[in-house]
């Protein structure tokens, strides 16, 4: 590689533009972190790796940005420096080490040519790569050693920084595609690698500036499937826009975007694409009168497959009861204490209702630490405390808490909530804590437990094949059955746990259902089981749409 | 997967067991590069026994699995990221693996690594 060609114009990125550059990814990562945060390799929405790479590529560019030096080296050197500070999480700590590499490679540049790019690429590669005893293929790594090469290439031909990014980001899309096929557990969850897809929105933001398009806002942006559903739109409906229009198809020829959001346009507000294995998802609102254009429009693009209507004035109409004051039992010294967790802001209504003296938040995706725990136990003015995890992932931290605590705390092992609502109207507090706790511990067996959620992604887990939007349901923790409807997901489990043998089926409905939706289900639900008594109660809880509680 | 349920019997899982899970799952770790001894003469005893787990110490107490990881660190990497990263990933493949509750894993940072990046 010699610099000597007559024909090479000395073309360059100075310094000004390089943060230009910087800003630009960092930019386009936060535009697209929710899509990375969402290639999860388990079913649950709990993936950070959008977020840690925003992090860490913020404090990076902060490092950088109010520095007045011109040159290129010194910048990297910052951004190196801000990478190393601010690294958070696993793919955070690799993107420091690319920044680290690709400030090592560029050395103390004036300004950044093909050639030092090029260098400072392939240091990148280096240097990450031994961060790790056994690198494994199929990641963040992968990507990094495909664009170094990438670049390595395109500088046979150019000398052209810019035109190196982009063949660069070109090679980095390829390799983050090929990524399943080099980590198998990728290819089971039927997803591409979060942390290459990370660093290929960072070169693609840097793409977009040098071609003029826009960054903050995805006007263009593919969200995963997932990602667009009515729950999104209920707080957006906008006077005029009454009806929410959804539609999946799949097109007969690569869609041609702009013009796909242009037409929408025309139509309503609102406007939401999202993407996954071939099949689109349109998402609109439009006026009453134009509620049939999107599919009419949608028809000539490609084959639908499935339509969603719905008024939105009668959900706004019929939205979730109000927030009001909750309280929770006072407890006197020497009295027995419920330290309850609770996943939304219904469960918690009804924890305090029955007696709950403190609650601890959390989840399926947000477990509360030891020390939250802790804190809610020793704050407590009485030293007989019970604590009711109500979920298994939440059981570890629950125990660590007991045995930190000075005070006679004990858990009772409620794996679900309908188990700890259970265990709870047991409670007696100023009896005896053994006879309390052997009480409450009976309870957990008296109640069978139902949750239904949307599955985020397709997977395969225990022989039964889930597809991306469809509802699963699970029976006491374990799965049950994967269907396309709320209905079929409900009865599933209800015939699942043999309901018809009991006499009281709960319902409690989470944010992301709308109340008129949730009564529907439960007069179905009546109508199948008559001899069974059906309540409906607001649990609030996220990402579940209901859990049941059957006794 | 729990273990007290087995109808035919008990299944015993040895130290070397999850220490060896663990031993995998710190060499894909990032910014881990290598493990280290506790002390001298615990290196040479390992040493002598060719433990490829050495670095690793797993403790049952009372039914729940402690383990201890004592490693190396590539210099220029965020030390606290690092460790928790590594703390994570154990407990999972552990976890995943065994079906079994890991208690904690207690990361013991002995040493950097500085690599010749010239």
């Known amino acids: ?551 | 997967m729990n273990m007290e349920i087995e109808p035919q019997g008990n299944i015993h899982i040895s130290k070397q067991t999850i220490a060896t899970i663990a031993f995998q799952a710190v060499q894909r770790s990032y910014g881990v590069v290598g493990l280290a001894s506790r002390n001298i003469v615990d290196g040479l005893t390992h040493a002598l026994v060719k433990d490829p787990t050495h670095g690793i110490d797993v403790e049952y107490k009372n039914d729940l699995i402690n383990i201890d990881l004592y490693i190396i660190i590539e210099y220029g990497t965020r030390i606290k990221s690092v460790a928790a990263s590594v703390a994570n990933t154990v407990r999972y493949q552990v976890e995943k693996t065994l079906g079994l509750p890991v208690n904690e894993v207690n990361v013991h940072v002995q040493g950097l690594r500085i690599s010749n990046l010239d």
């Open chain 1, 1 to 551: 590689m010699s610099d000597d060609n007559p024909e090479r114009t000395a073309l360059f990125i100075d310094g000004a533009y390089f943060k230009d550059l910087i800003r630009a990814s960092l930019t386009w990562l936060k535009t697209n972190q929710e899509a990375v945060n969402a290639l999860n390799v388990f079913p649950v929405p709990d993936g950070d790796t959008g977020t840690n790479m925003v992090l860490t590529l913020q404090a990076a560019y902060d490092e950088m940005k109010s520095s007045e030096v011109k040159k290129v080296g010194s910048l990297a050197e910052k951004l190196a420096h801000g990478a190393l500070m601010g690294a958070r999480g696993n793919s955070g700590v690799i993107l420091s080490q690319i920044w680290r590499g690709f400030s090592k490679g560029i050395g103390n540049v004036e300004v950044l040519d093909g050639q030092s790019l090029v260098k400072g690429l392939v240091q990148a590669r280096d240097t990450a790569y031994k961060g790790v005893v056994r690198p494994v293929e199929g990641t963040i790594l992968t990507v990094c050693k495909d664009s170094a090469l990438a670049a390595q290439e395109a500088y046979q031909e150019t000398n052209d920084p810019r035109e190196i990014i982009k063949q660069v980001t070109e090679a980095a899309e390829k390799s983050v595609n090929n990524t399943p096929e080099l980590l198998d557990v990728l290819k089971e969850a039927g997803v591409v690698d979060a942390g290459g897809k990370g660093l290929l929105h960072i070169f693609e933001g840097m793409v977009r500036l040098m071609n003029n398009q826009p960054l903050d806002i995805a006007p263009l942006g593919i969200k995963p499937l997932s990602l667009i559903g009515k729950q999104e739109a209920q707080n957006a409906a906008e006077p005029g826009q009454d009806y929410e229009v959804i539609v999946d198809f799949k097109p007969f020829k690569p869609l041609h975007l702009e013009t796909f959001y242009d037409e929408l346009e025309e139509i309503g507000t609102s406007i939401q694409v999202g993407e996954g294995e071939g099949i689109y998802r349109m998402h609109i609102h439009v006026p009453t009168e134009k509620r049939y254009e999107p599919i009419d429009y949608t028809m000539t693009l490609g084959t639908i497959s499935k339509v969603h209507i719905e008024n939105l004035m009668e959900q706004t109409g019929n939205s979730h009861p109000p927030e009001e004051e909750i309280s929770l039992n006072p407890v006197e010294p020497g009295q027995i204490a419920v330290v309850a967790v609770s996943p939304g802001i219904g469960f918690t209504k009804i924890f305090a209702s029955l007696g709950a003296a403190s609650i601890v938040e959390g989840g399926q995706t947000m477990n509360p630490s030891t020390q939250e725990i802790l804190t809610a136990v020793e704050k407590l003015p009485t030293d007989k405390i019970i604590i009711l995890p109500n979920n298994k992932n939440i059981l570890m931290s629950a125990q660590s808490a007991a045995e930190l605590a000075v005070k006679d705390v004990r858990v009772i092992e409620t794996t679900t909530l309908p188990q700890g609502l259970s265990a709870m109207l047991r409670l007696i507090p100023g009896q005896d804590m053994d006879k309390v706790t052997a009480e409450m511990k009976e309870a957990v067996t008296d109640v069978e437990s139902g949750a239904i959620t949307t599955a985020v992604r397709s997977v395969d887990i225990d022989g039964i094949k889930i597809a991306e939007g469809e509802i699963i349901s699970l029976h006491n923790g374990s799965l049950v059955s994967s269907e396309e409807n709320l209905k079929d997901g409900c009865f599933n489990f209800l015939k699942a746990a043999q309901a018809e043998q009991y006499e009281l089926i709960t319902l409690f409905y989470g944010e992301n259902i709308s109340q008129s939706a949730a009564e529907e289900m439960a007069a179905m639900i009546q109508e199948e089981y008559p001899d069974q008594i059906i309540e409906l109660q607001f649990g609030g809880q996220p990402h579940y749409q209901f859990i049941i509680s059957i006794e």
